[in-house]
């Protein structure tokens, strides 16, 4: 089975630019979470989507939103980007609704705004 | 506010050396604790914790959680080189998906 898939891997952007991250679940994961992780920190929480609604959101601003796919698979955009934006930003995949909670990650995009 | 705390922050060893990596946690609507590895990008998962006192094991490494005292540890017996990496602590909420995560230990081994 093909794990979490993320693209791109590597983005370079220039502030006040628009960006669009995409996730592919693990088959048959119906929920998938998004998180930002700046050097030295754990990653922090931005979304997360279960059957296609949003179940949670992280203390992020406006400018990030997101949204999930009939396939599961989900998108994160961030608008009006910032310096402050340059991450790694991790998508992970659970099955969702209770039926094993444990999160599996994909490699992650590494987005770096100049 | 919920958080998560790990400690040491960063710890660097001698190959064959034994390590405990500690997590304490305090987080409402706590559902289960959630031990990660990342090596370079993608964290990889390692144990779920659910239950108090339940040792979890697979092959040098083992876990418990004690939700009375609201901490986990990790411990890493015969440590190698291969185990030098960032190792991550989470919080699994009720009713969501949403992980906390600590800042993280980094463990360094040296042959």
């Known amino acids: 089975d093909a794990g979490v898939t993320q693209s791109p891997t590597h983005l370079i952007k220039t502030r006040g630019q628009h960006v669009t991250l995409r996730c592919s679940p693990i088959?048959?994961?119906?929920?998938v979470s998004w998180y930002q992780q700046v050097l030295g920190q754990g990653p922090q929480f931005i979304f997360q989507?279960?059957?296609?609604?949003?179940?949670g959101r992280g203390n992020f601003p406006d400018r990030f939103s997101a949204r999930q796919f009939p396939n599961y698979s989900s998108e994160l955009n961030v608008n009006a980007l910032l310096l402050g934006d340059s991450a790694l930003y991790l998508c992970?995949?659970?099955?969702?609704?209770?039926?094993?909670?444990?999160?599996?990650f994909g490699q992650g995009t590494r987005l770096t705004v100049v | 506010e919920d958080k998560v705390v790990q400690s040491p922050l960063s710890l660097v060893v001698h190959e064959g050396d034994t390590v405990t990596l500690n997590c304490s946690y305090e987080?409402?609507?706590?559902?289960?604790l959630l031990w990660y590895k990342q090596e370079k990008k993608a964290p990889t998962f390692l144990f779920m914790l659910?239950?108090?006192?339940i040792e979890k094991k697979s092959g040098r490494l083992s876990s418990i959680l004690d939700k009375k005292e609201l901490f986990s540890i990790l411990n890493i017996t015969a440590t190698q080189t291969g185990d030098s990496a960032i190792y991550l602590c989470?919080?699994?909420?009720?009713?969501?998906?949403?992980?906390?995560f600590g800042t993280g230990t980094r463990l360094q081994v040296f042959p």
């Open positions: 992970a995949s659970s099955r969702g609704g209770g039926r094993g909670p444990e999160a599996f």
């Open positions: 088959s048959g994961h119906k929920s």
């Open positions: 989507y279960y059957e296609k609604e949003e179940r």
């Open positions: 987080v409402t609507n706590f559902r289960s």
């Open positions: 659910t239950s108090s006192g």
């Open positions: 989470a919080v699994l909420y009720y009713n969501t998906d949403k992980l906390i």
